[in-house]
């Protein structure tokens, strides 16, 4: 059965295929219910890279406390969508809405509660682990303690803590990005590829890691080819195929087209 | 933003600290071209004429290696990436990168001059002594300026290695004539001594102000600039 892209819809509520999509915010009761709708809301959205429009209008809305996974192949858009979601891409055409705020013109308020852990760690090789750490979470106005804790519930507050990045191993290295991620305190979490380079304690450490994350109140997206695991993980997921988002579970959208068009 | 400032130029200091890129590298980048300067032009009486020119051109070559280096400790992992995620003010980002810049840019300075004060046979005249200070500290402000804006600029681009002299070398032009003519004043030389010898400490001062003007407009600029650059890296 074809999957069928999520379409825009102007609904306080809507559920389709049984799972809840999401419902609109209310433009005139902005703040106060910032914290109530979804906590990601894109409308038919459209990002150029190049001339390739890696999201073709792609619609999605995440609810507050979602491990939503993003499943697909590659070049579907999963990156490109995340990144989106962080402000690294721009919106070429649609709405988006991150944590309530609007992504054309309130992209700053968005970045202070977004972490990204992208195909890179964001680390600075020269510096230790507790050194990145501490960087990263003074940029959000984090505490010692604060850092401190991040780096134990990684693991990361032994020896490791004052070793190079730049001389970890891939998986130590995901785990001192995870460990900011922590230490900045985000409210929605974007994972591409998270489980990448982490060994089978690494990657029973990451899940963990992420579950707290949801119980204290974050909304995670996470993409991910390995499906086994991160459904496991996950409370929803959804289909990226051709730079459209679909919502049914267990479907193969071999037959959308890169660059189609919602 | 001073806060941010601050974090981010301790952050770039302690990552020069622990690769040591200004002594294992520039500094002996900077030494060697005093060197083959000196060599090329092979006459005591001409070096110690040109040797003011000679130190602001070996610092300007070497402010482009520090530059490139500041860019790429925050490209190399997608650090850049994560400081726009975070919501990092650019404007803070900026000037914690040019302090840092401009900290490492005045101990590259003060070992420079050393090595022109032995290979040159030049001297500062004692009163001369505040304008080389001076002129030092603002000619070293206007440099971090420009080259944390341009390094900015050139960070995300394709061949940003070649890319960042040919920007930043014509900008940084007005830095090089002005210091070259205020550090003329103090060692009381001039380049070319057969038109006008006898030049005055005081000759300096109008060149000061230039760069003050000079650093003060690229301070500016870049606090301004600097978000809108980062979105386009």
Redesign the interface.
């Known amino acids: 059965m074809r999957a069928r892209p999520i379409r825009p819809r102007t609904a306080v509520c809507a559920v389709a295929s049984g799972t809840v999509v999401g419902r609109m915010v209310s433009p005139d009761n902005a703040e106060p219910t910032r914290s109530a709708g979804p906590v990601v809301s894109l409308r038919d959205v459209v990002a150029v890279l190049g001339r390739f429009p890696a999201l073709a209008g792609a619609s999605l809305d995440v609810e507050p406390g979602e491990v939503l996974l993003l499943k697909g192949p590659n070049g579907a858009g999963k990156t490109t969508l995340l990144r989106l979601c962080a402000g690294l891409v721009p919106l070429a055409r649609g709405e988006a809405e991150v944590l309530g705020h609007n992504m054309r013109t309130e992209r700053d308020a968005i970045r202070r509660h977004v972490g990204l852990l992208g195909h890179q760690n964001g680390l600075y090789a020269d510096l230790s682990v507790r050194e990145n750490v501490r960087f990263w979470a003074r940029t959000a106005g984090a505490s010692a303690e604060e850092i401190d804790a991040a780096l134990a519930q990684l693991g990361l507050d032994g020896r490791l803590a004052s070793v190079a990045a730049g001389r970890l191993s891939a998986g130590q290295r995901r785990r001192t990005a995870l460990a900011c991620l922590i230490a900045r305190r985000a409210r929605l979490w974007l994972l591409d590829e998270p489980h990448a380079g982490l060994d089978a304690d690494g990657r029973d450490l990451l899940d963990d890691v992420i579950r707290r994350a949801v119980r204290s109140g974050a909304t995670v997206l996470v993409a991910s080819h390995e499906l086994d695991r991160a459904q496991a993980l996950a409370t929803r997921m959804v289909t990226v195929a051709g730079g459209l988002v679909y919502t049914e579970q267990n479907a193969n959208p071999s037959g959308a087209q890169p660059g189609t068009v919602n | 933003m001073w806060q ?1 400032a601050r ?1 981010v130029a301790a ?1 770039d200091l ?2 020069e600290w ?2 040591r890129q200004v002594t294992n590298q520039v500094l002996p980048f900077a030494g060697l071209t005093l060197v083959l300067f000196a060599f090329a032009l092979d006459r005591d009486d001409i070096t110690a004429r040109v040797a003011p020119g000679l130190f602001w051109l070996a610092t300007t070559f070497s402010l482009i290696v520090l530059v490139q280096r500041a860019f790429a ?1 925050e490209t ?4 850049l ?8 003010d650019p404007a803070g980002i900026y000037l914690g990168k040019s302090l840092a810049l401009a900290a490492q840019l005045i101990v590259l300075e003060a070992l420079l001059l050393l090595g022109v004060i032995v290979f040159y046979a030049s001297h500062i005249r004692p009163a001369g002594i505040v304008l080389v200070i001076i002129t030092a500290l603002l000619a070293t402000c206007g440099l971090a300026f420009v080259g944390t804006l341009y390094g900015g600029l050139a960070a995300g681009a394709k061949g940003r290695e070649t890319l960042l002299p040919l920007l930043l070398l014509p900008v940084v032009a007005p830095v090089l004539i002005g210091a070259t003519r205020a550090f003329e004043a103090a060692f009381g030389t001039r380049g070319g001594a057969g038109i006008r010898a006898g030049v005055e400490i005081s000759d300096g001062w109008p060149w000061v102000g230039m760069l003050a003007i000079f650093a003060a407009v690229f301070g500016a600029a870049g606090v301004l600039a600097f978000g809108p650059l980062l979105e386009e890296a």
Request: aromatic content about 0%; hydrophobic content about 40%.
């Open positions: 941010t974090l952050k302690n990552i622990r690769s400790v190399s992992d997608g650090a990436d994560t400081l726009r995620v975070a919501g990092v």
